[in-house]
C-alpha cells in the first residue's frame, strides 16, 4: 500500500516540483521522523500525502478539512492535527491515536477535533483504511438541502453503487453531548438501518454539515471524495436542467459498478 500510495503522490506532485517531492519522501521528513523516534511511518507519510491531496484537488478552503489513515495491525490511525496550517504539515506532525481508546499514543500535537468521527467510522465498519472529512461546497450544498445524491449517471456509478445517503438531523442532545463521536454514530446508524455496505457507498453527507468519504487506503478515500464532490455538481446541474431528471437505470449502474468492483472485474490492467 505505501508504494503504491507514494507512487500515486509522487507521480502528482513530480509534475508540479520534482526536487520538493524527492525530498519529501526520502529526505528530511524521513530522517526527521526517525530522530524524533517517531513509529508508524508509513501510515504518518499516507496520512500527510491525503492530507495535502484534497487541498491540491480542491475540496478544503481554510482548514475545513482531514483526512486519517489506520494501521489495523496495530489498531491505530494517523490524523491531522489540529489548529495546523497545511503548509506547516509533514508527516511528523500527524498525530497517532487509538482506534479502541481514543487516546494519543504518539505525536506532540492535538489531534484534529473530528477525530471522535473518524474513529467511530473506523469502529463501525471494519474494512474502511482512511477517512477524509471536507467541506467541498457542491456536496455541502446537497447536505445543507438535505438531499442524496442521486445516481444519475456512469460517474457516480463508477464508484458508488447507489444514492450518496443524508443523514438524520442530530439531535439537541446529541450536539451538546459528545457531538464529533454522535456525528460519526449517526453515520454508521444511517447506514445500519438503509442495509447499505460502506464498501458499495463509500461516503455519506452528514445533514447541514458535509461529507465524510472513505476507501481500503489513503488513495481511494481521496479519490472517492473527489468523485463525491464532482458528482455533487453533477447532479446540481442536472437539477437545474431538469428537475424531474430521476435516477439512471440501476442495470446500467451495476454495469459500471460491476466491471470495477467485486469478483468479476475487468475494467484497467490485468493483474
Ligand atoms: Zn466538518
Redesign the pocket.
Known amino acids: 500500500m505505501c508504494a503504491n500510495l507514494s507512487g500515486w503522490y509522487l507521480q502528482g506532485r513530480l509534475t508540479v516540483n520534482s526536487a520538493y517531492n524527492t525530498s519529501w519522501y526520502f529526505g528530511p521528513n524521513a530522517l526527521a521522523l526517525a530522530r524524533k523516534n517517531m513509529t508508524y511511518v508509513s501510515i504518518r507519510q499516507e496520512a500527510h500525502s491525503a492530507n495535502i491531496a484534497i487541498v491540491e484537488a480542491g475540496l478544503v478552503v481554510l482548514t475545513?478539512g482531514n483526512a486519517s489513515v489506520a494501521d489495523r495491525q496495530h489498531g491505530v490511525i494517523a490524523i491531522k492535527p489540529s489548529g495546523v496550517s497545511y503548509s506547516d504539515l509533514s508527516p511528523e506532525t500527524m498525530v497517532i491515536v487509538s482506534i479502541e481508546t481514543g487516546e494519543v499514543v504518539e505525536g506532540e500535537h492535538h489531534p484534529s477535533s473530528?477525530t471522535p468521527t473518524h474513529l467511530e467510522l473506523y469502529r463501525a465498519f471494519p474494512d474502511v483504511g482512511a477517512v477524509v472529512?471536507t467541506?467541498s461546497r457542491y456536496a455541502v450544498a446537497f447536505a445543507q438541502a438535505k438531499k442524496p445524491i442521486q445516481c444519475q449517471g456512469t460517474t457516480h456509478a463508477d464508484n458508488f453503487r447507489y444514492d450518496i445517503p443524508v443523514t438524520r438531523s442530530m439531535t439537541e442532545s446529541e450536539v451538546s453531548a459528545d457531538y464529533e463521536a454522535a456525528t460519526g454514530r449517526v453515520i454508521a446508524e444511517t447506514f445500519r438501518e438503509r442495509q447499505l455496505d460502506p464498501g458499495e457507498v463509500p461516503g455519506v453527507l452528514v445533514a447541514n454539515?458535509?461529507p465524510f468519504a472513505w476507501g481500503e487506503d489513503a488513495q481511494k478515500a481521496v479519490e472517492n471524495a473527489i468523485v463525491l464532490e464532482e458528482v455533487s455538481r453533477m447532479d446540481l446541474y442536472t437539477l437545474t436542467i431538469k428537475p424531474d431528471s430521476g435516477p439512471a437505470p440501476q442495470y446500467l449502474i451495476d454495469k459500471h459498478y460491476l466491471r470495477k468492483h467485486g469478483s468479476g472485474a475487468y475494467y484497467g490492467q490485468t493483474r
Open positions: 475545513w473530528d472529512h467541506h454539515h458535509g
